[in-house]
Structure formats: structure tokens, C-alpha cells
């Protein structure tokens, strides 16, 4: 199975604006411990989305890394890679509907979403 994980500061979410240190060492230690979790699991194959500030920073052995620069959409990127995957693990902010859209997108592709639905189950 192909995961794409995406955590949104560590992802590019904030990729054309600075990053707070705050956000950006909690946002690293969500990803780093996903990544060690998956990492433990047989016949999974990890497809990740990482802003080019963190590459070095964050343990990616085994991992398909995909850089994300200032001139990057992030946005097209995850879009890009998650109609490869068979699902998307996106850990991000539900403040602006962040998190909404990004599980919209996975929904629209097909992909298993390893999260709650966009939408609340009735």
C-alpha cells in the first residue's frame, strides 16, 4: 500500500512565508513519530510531501520525499501525488477549513483517508 503523509507545516503548507519555531518543532515531532510508526509496518510504501527547510532535519529513510520550495503550490503537489496513492494521511490545521479541503481531495481521488471524513457521518 502507498500512504502519502502529509503534516502541513512540515509539508509546505507554510512554504512562502517564515516559519514559527513553535509551529515548526511540534509540526516536526507529529511527522518524525508517523513516520517511525509506519515505518514498522510491512508492505507499506511512504510517499511524503516535505518543505525543503526540513530535509536533513527529519528522518526519511525508506521514505519518497518530495521537496517543496518557496515557488512551489503545495497544493497542486499533494493533489499530484494523491491520485498515486492508495491513501493520505494529512495532519493539519481544521482552522480555514485546512484540513476539510485536504481530506476533500483524497475523497475525490479514491484514495482510503487514514483520518475522519471531510464531511460528519450521519
Given at each position: 500500500m502507498k500512504i502519502l503523509v502529509f503534516e502541513y507545516i512540515t509539508g509546505g503548507g507554510l512554504n512562502k512565508q517564515d516559519l514559527p519555531d513553535a509551529l515548526a518543532k511540534e509540526g516536526r515531532m507529529m511527522?518524525?513519530?508517523?513516520?517511525?510508526?509506519?515505518?514498522l509496518l510491512s508492505n507499506i510504501k511512504v510517499e511524503l510531501l516535505l518543505d525543503w527547510r526540513f530535509f536533513g532535519k527529519v528522518d526519511t529513510h525508506n521514505v519518497n520525499v518530495f521537496l517543496i520550495h518557496p515557488h512551489h503550490d503545495f497544493s497542486a503537489q499533494f493533489k499530484q501525488l494523491?491520485?498515486?496513492?492508495?491513501?493520505?494521511?494529512?495532519?493539519?490545521?481544521?482552522?480555514?477549513?485546512?484540513?476539510?479541503?485536504?481530506?476533500?481531495?483524497?475523497?475525490?481521488?479514491?484514495?482510503?483517508?487514514?483520518?475522519?471524513?471531510?464531511?460528519?457521518?450521519?
Open positions: 511527522l518524525q513519530a508517523l513516520l517511525d510508526n509506519l515505518a494523491a491520485q498515486t496513492c492508495d491513501a493520505v494521511w494529512p495532519i493539519a490545521p481544521e482552522s480555514d477549513g485546512i484540513l476539510q479541503n485536504l481530506c476533500k481531495i483524497a475523497e475525490q481521488y479514491g484514495c482510503n483517508l487514514l483520518t475522519s471524513p471531510s464531511l460528519p457521518i450521519s
